[in-house]
């Protein structure tokens, strides 16, 4: 069997089917960039009154809607971002990223580091004025590993005491190894053995105290607005779907005195392209991402507003190893996973300075080296003639030629690279693959019930600073093991991780965890994350930070420079001999079109059909939506 390898020109041919059916369309830029005064900082730290704006307002695009916000049952970064406005938890982190204390003033870990006593501020209210404590952080860490929440975070909270038996039904809640000590404001954290993140997982979602009176009394309708009682800097006023959803300072806050924003509006959007039209229009102060194909000319005309940094995530694709064709076929995986050029991915598709991933776990985690197959040295013609010959042994062929499913929900560059891959898969394989778009949900739950997917895209953000994010959602029975993977080496190198104090050995093990789980050819890596976005430089407060969290309490905004303090900041809108609006809603001719190819490029302005995949959308969703759109993808899963 013979196949002939990808080339750079399909590749060009693939961007150029792809961007030929939907252009973008930014509209108009603003005619005068506003610029801010030069900031001044008071003897204690804090901006000069003098340089802030008059209204303390900030929009925020926040990629898809989320789905709920209880801190209990949410998942997905969009409501993450929310929760950590509304909530804190007894840690909690710094602009930089850094665990540092929350509504626990203090907290002392016992010698064999397995107990984790916390002594809470004694000042602490909730947004409606109730008394906040320990007896709160107790009820609701049991609340969250009941089995009858449901909660999507749950698994984080496996490092406590019989919290694994609790989430099973197999003991009551109560015998979660969580108390209280001599008073209300003291509680007890009991684990199963030494948990270097802990502290970290404490500042989730997940382990964010609820209002169990309020909880009582809506039931599951509590976290909706006029419901919700929160006790972090701001509170829920408003969610109109699909449009906004509105904080506002809340003054029973601890930090409140030092929290400058007065209001916070989510705005939910799937498309990055919506998204830095609203900013260059002045309605949003950040974008939740930035398109691909726009990301080199916003290098070069909005330099001072693009943030780009490391992000701890990886995107790759996964395999339903419970139904065909990857049942008991380890050749056929690991020929999917040999046969996708990862570099031309990053260079010629995503563009936003990802890096190639040949496994699970992303590079810059503290302390840790990531596990690196034996073909991440190969080059890629040795990789596609060792998929070729794997395939073969799977038992495919011209004469019995194999067809894939690969799903993907709508967002940010995933229908670019399922177009990329499936392209790939079809040079080098002669595999033919129909692609299937779904709304965010119905993806997810496609993914879970592992009836209809195949391949399907996949990946995660890191909710802590530690490998073990990556590798415990792959142990049998995690909520989020959409694979059906289960290898009991595997889960027992990660029971040994769970009461490992040495730190050395503990990556050690969890090396080893890596690399059983990559032999058993249960993902197909393409790359590693970096957040990328357009941060209005009137907004201050922002730091870049690994996790990539960003907590609208330590903002602030500056107020503009007056007028005639400086040149104007104008560019030309007139254009063919029309002005104002018209000449505003034509005013394009300097944005790149959808990844269109160079004219140089081999292949430019070719369109090969035959080798395109089919795609058809999710069942009820409508075509014009099964576009790329913002990369709103799960803390967490994503």
């Known amino acids: 069997m013979r196949f002939p390898s990808i080339s750079f020109a399909a590749v060009c041919c693939l961007l150029l089917a792809a961007c030929s059916e939907d252009g973008l369309d ?75 204390p929350g509504a ?38 049991r609340r969250a590993a009941d089995p009858q929440t449901a909660s999507g975070g749950a698994n984080n909270l496996l490092p406590i005491l019989n919290a694994r038996e609790v989430l099973a039904g197999e003991l009551p809640v109560e015998d979660l190894g969580v108390s209280l000590l001599d008073d209300e404001y003291t509680m007890q954290i009991t684990l199963t053995g030494p948990t270097p993140y802990f502290l970290g997982l404490l500042a989730s979602p997940v382990a964010y105290p609820v209002n169990r009176r309020n909880v009582e009394d809506f039931g599951e309708q509590f976290s909706r607005p006029g419901n919700l009682v929160s006790n972090g800097a701001f509170i829920l006023v408003d969610w109109t779907p699909r449009v906004s959803i509105e904080l506002q300072k809340n003054p029973r806050f601890r930090e409140a005195g030092s929290t400058l924003i007065e209001r916070v509006f989510y705005r939910p959007t799937e498309d990055p392209a919506t998204e830095v039209t609203q900013f260059r229009l002045g309605e949003l102060d950040w974008t939740s991402a930035v398109p691909s194909n726009q990301f080199r000319w916003l290098q070069a005309h909005y330099p001072e507003e693009l943030a780009v940094s490391p992000w701890m995530g990886s995107y790759y694709f996964g395999l339903n190893l419970t139904q065909e064709p990857f049942v008991d076929n380890p050749s056929l995986r690991m020929a999917l996973i040999l046969a996708i050029d990862r570099q031309i991915i990053t260079d010629k598709v995503t563009q936003f300075g990802e890096l ?11 302390g840790y080296v990531p596990f690196a197959p034996e073909y991440a040295d190969w080059s890629q013609e040795e990789r596609n003639h060792e998929a070729r010959r794997l395939l073969e042994q799977a038992g495919y062929s011209e004469e019995n030629p194999l067809h894939l499913e690969i799903r993907y929900n709508t967002g940010g560059n995933n229908k670019k690279v399922a177009l990329a891959v499936a392209s790939m898969w079809k040079q080098v394989l002669g595999i033919a693959s129909t692609l299937v778009n779904e709304e965010y949900r119905v993806f997810m739950q496609n993914r879970e019930q592992k009836v209809i997917t195949q391949v399907f895209r996949a990946g995660w953000i890191s909710d802590y600073n530690d490998p073990y994010s990556f590798l415990e959602v792959f142990r049998t029975g995690h909520r989020r093991n959409d694979y059906g993977y289960s290898n009991s080496s ?20 969890m090396f080893e965890a890596e690399r059983v789980l990559m032999a058993d050819n249960v993902i197909v890596p393409v790359y590693s994350y970096v957040s990328k976005r357009l941060v209005n430089p009137h907004l201050r407060g922002w730091q870049d930070n690994v996790l990539d969290r960003h907590q609208t309490r330590f903002m602030f905004k500056l107020r503009s420079r007056d007028p005639g303090s400086e040149a104007a900041v104008t560019e ?13 809603a034509i005013q394009l001719e300097e944005l790149p079109g959808e990844d269109a190819a160079p004219n140089d490029s081999p292949g430019a302005g070719l369109t090969p059909l035959e080798d395109l995949p089919d795609e058809t959308p999710a069942e009820g969703i409508p075509e014009d939506d099964a576009e790329d759109s913002a990369e709103a993808e799960g803390e967490g899963d994503r």
């Open 356 to 366: 190639p991933s040949f496994s699970l776990v992303p590079q810059g985690i503290d």
């Open 572 to 584: 030309p809108l007139e254009q063919d001999g029309l002005s104002g609006p018209q000449a505003a």
């Open 490 to 509: 595997f889960d027992a190198l990660l029971d040994e991780v769970g009461t490992e104090r040495v730190r050395a050995r503990r990556e050690r093990l």
């Open 26 to 100: 930014f509209g108009p830029r603003q005619e005068n960039r506003q610029h801010p005064v030069e900031l001044v900082l008071l003897e204690d730290g804090r901006p000069d009154p003098a340089v802030l704006a008059e209204e303390q307002v900030v929009h925020r695009g926040n990629g898809e809607e989320p789905e709920s916000l209880d801190p209990h049952q949410a998942v997905g970064l969009p409501a993450s971002h929310i929760l950590r406005d509304l909530f804190e938890g007894l840690t909690t982190e710094s602009p930089d990223g850094k665990v540092v």
């Open 104 to 141: 626990a003033l203090r907290w002392n870990i016992s010698r064999d580091a397995r107990t984790y006593t916390f002594y809470l501020r004694r000042d602490l209210q909730w947004s409606n004025g109730d008394p906040l404590n320990a007896t709160d952080f107790v009820y609701s860490l």
